[in-house]
Nanobody, 128 residues
């Protein structure tokens, strides 16, 4: 399994970023996919997830980003996206693309990292 993130960077507060995750070695359409983030000294946080295509590609958003982010998946390209708008300094973190067998495992990844696969992460820094 290989998950390769891109699109992170430095942006001013109020700006936007679009993260991408190119997946290989997995059955992309039947896995739940998502984005976790981790800031220094803080626990991993589930930012957004999307269920498998057979489960309707249903999105979920964490409370801290609800209304500001959109998660989507492109089955033709085996690529996951996270569009982030109205970014805040508290959004600063390393963002990880993750895959899991189902949404239950996706949620559990915060405590049990071995329940899924992780990308190497991409840094997002929001300046005030």
């Amino acid at each position: 399994v290989q998950l390769v993130e891109s699109g992170g960077g430095l942006v001013q507060a109020g700006g936007s970023l679009r993260l991408s995750c190119a997946a290989s070695g997995i059955a992309f359409s039947i896995n739940a996919m998502g984005w976790y983030r981790q800031a220094p000294g803080k626990e991993r946080e589930l930012v957004a997830s999307i269920s498998s295509v057979s489960s309707g590609s249903s999105p979920y958003y964490g409370n801290s980003v609800s209304g500001r982010c959109t998660i989507s998946r492109d089955g033709a390209k085996d690529t996951l996206y996270l569009q982030m708008n109205s970014l805040k300094p508290e959004d600063t973190a390393v963002y990880f693309c993750v895959s899991a067998q189902n949404i239950a495992n996706m949620i559990a990844l915060g405590k049990h990292a071995d329940l899924g696969s992780w990308g190497q992460g991409t840094q997002v820094t929001v300046s005030s």
